[in-house]
């Protein structure tokens, strides 16, 4: 039998209160730290740590009889899945995260990794994202590198990389729409006391004008902004637009692919649609290839606003 779904969650102990808890220790470090990478803050490259956690999933295929990769073992901390050139800045978020599990040391790397995607969109003004319990820890042996997608390709070559994971093209361009968070790095913020700069993916620039603000800012720049040119740089090919913002080139192969587009098209008229879409998107997301025992709870976190902290 295929096997898309190796690794089973162990049921937990502790109740929603106790992720609560950790939750409002990751949301209050955002709110307290806002100057980071330029007053962006830290909500973005949590975001991005919980997807490249998670996004290493492949399906069984015929060459393998069962899936692999996922945020189930955590094994993004360990140096070699780290150290993968996709994952170039992320340094900054496990030390971000790493300060988090000092505090709760009980949780799961994968657990905490994905709470903190989970928070950062929430406490950004995002969506509620329903998210489980359960992940455990999984050795260096199971360290997954050269997954992630390149930003360099066009829409033939993503739909065929998300395919491996499970996604269809709505999921993708939803999923994709978390570009209208952060930035990309030529080097990565540096951290208090950092003297010498380490490498980021080698773009630069936003994809909006407010990238610590959930929105469907990035699929109306799609549609919306004529002014879409290549950046002249010496840098890797980027799209820039006339207020400096940027689209990496597998953002524009999402207008440049008619199936695409109109999903764009689609969101872009319709965050509330979007918000929808997302929300169940980035949970499939951060569970790929988990099984659950059937009792397992679904939490949804309250904001530190909903709770008047
Ligand atoms: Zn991203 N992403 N991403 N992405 N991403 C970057 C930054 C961020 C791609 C990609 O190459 C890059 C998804 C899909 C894809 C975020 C979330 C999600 C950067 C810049 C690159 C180059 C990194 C840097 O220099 O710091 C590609 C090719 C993708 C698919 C085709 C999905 C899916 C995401 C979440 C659901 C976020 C939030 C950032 C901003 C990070 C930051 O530090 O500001």
């Not at 000092?102 to 903190?116: A, E, Q, Y």
């Not at 692919?257 to 879409?277: G, H, R, S, T, W």
């Amino acid at each position: 039998a295929i096997a898309n779904t190796p690794f089973h969650a162990e049921k937990v102990s502790h109740v929603e209160g106790d992720y609560q808890k950790i939750y409002n220790a990751i949301a209050e470090a955002i709110r307290d730290n806002d100057e980071y990478d330029d007053y962006i803050g830290w909500g973005p490259v949590l975001v991005r740590y919980a997807w490249h956690s998670s996004g290493t999933y492949a399906q069984a295929s015929s060459g393998c009889p069962h899936a692999t990769g996922g945020s189930f073992g955590g094994t993004i901390r360990w140096p070699k899945e780290l150290g993968d050139g996709a994952n170039n800045g992320l340094q900054n978020a496990e030390w971000f995260m790493k300060k988090i599990h000092d505090k709760f040391d009980w949780i799961s790397w994968g657990d905490l990794v994905t709470l903190g995607g989970v928070t950062a969109i929430q406490e950004m003004g995002g969506p509620k994202i329903g998210w489980r319990a359960g992940r455990k820890e999984l050795s260096a042996d199971n360290a997954m590198t050269s997954r992630l997608p390149d930003a360099s390709k066009d829409a033939d070559y993503v739909r065929h990389l998300f395919a491996r994971m499970g996604f269809e093209d709505r999921e993708v361009v939803s999923l994709i729409g978390a570009h209208a968070l952060g930035s990309c790095h030529v080097y990565a913020p540096l951290l208090p006391g950092q003297k010498k700069p380490i490498p980021g993916s080698g773009y630069t620039n936003r994809w909006t004008a407010s990238p610590n603000y959930f929105t469907n800012e990035f699929f109306k720049l799609l549609v919306d902004d004529k002014s879409w040119h290549w950046k002249e740089w010496d840098g890797p090919k980027q799209w820039e637009n006339k207020d400096g913002l940027m689209m990496l080139p597998t953002d524009m192969a999402l207008v440049q692919d008619p199936k695409y587009k109109k999903i764009v098209e689609m969101y872009a008229k319709d965050q509330d649609l979007f918000f929808k879409d997302f929300a169940k998107d980035f949970q499939k997301l951060l569970e790929l290839g988990i099984e659950y025992p059937k009792e397992t709870k679904t939490f949804y976190f309250k904001t530190l606003d909903e709770q008047n902290i």
